[in-house]
Nanobody, 124 residues
Framework: QVQLVESGGGLVQAGDSLRLSCVAS????????MAWFRQAPGEEREFVAA????????TYADSVKGRFTISRDNAKNTGYLQMNSLRPEDTAVYYC?????????????????WGQGTQVTVSS
């Protein structure tokens, strides 16, 4: 079992930056994929970014390419989402998710482990 805890959300203005963290505990998942999803009020949860924990491929949603960067620190069992040039449309609850196999997917049903979410609000 893997437990995920997000932090780092908050209220910022358009153009600001935030860094979200996702700390994993329980079984090591150095060979798994970690992803970030987000859900805005009244919207479906959507894929944001994903990374293979062992290093290598990263995938981003088109809406965040060039602004967001996903990374991980295996020694700390922590994943990060650096969000720059934030826009009001980035406002959402951001969720960290993980899956055991190393295939990156953007489908939330493929992810077995989820955090509780952290709120990001971007004012205009």
């Amino acid at each position: 079992q893997v437990q995920l805890v997000e932090s780092g959300g908050g209220l910022v203005q358009a153009g600001d930056s935030l860094r979200l963290s996702c700390v994993a505990s329980g079984r090591t998942f150095s060979t798994s994929v970690m992803a970030w999803f987000r859900q805005a009020p009244g919207e479906e949860r959507e894929f944001v970014a994903a990374i293979v924990w062992s290093g290598g491929p990263r995938t981003y949603a088109d809406s965040v390419k060039g602004r967001f960067t996903i990374s991980r620190d295996n020694a700390k069992n922590t994943g990060y989402l650096q969000m720059n040039s934030l826009r009001p449309e980035d406002t959402a609850v951001y969720y960290c998710a993980a899956k055991r196999d190393i295939r990156i997917t953007i489908i939330q049903e493929d992810y077995s482990y989820w955090g509780q979410g952290t709120q990001v609000t971007v004012s205009s």
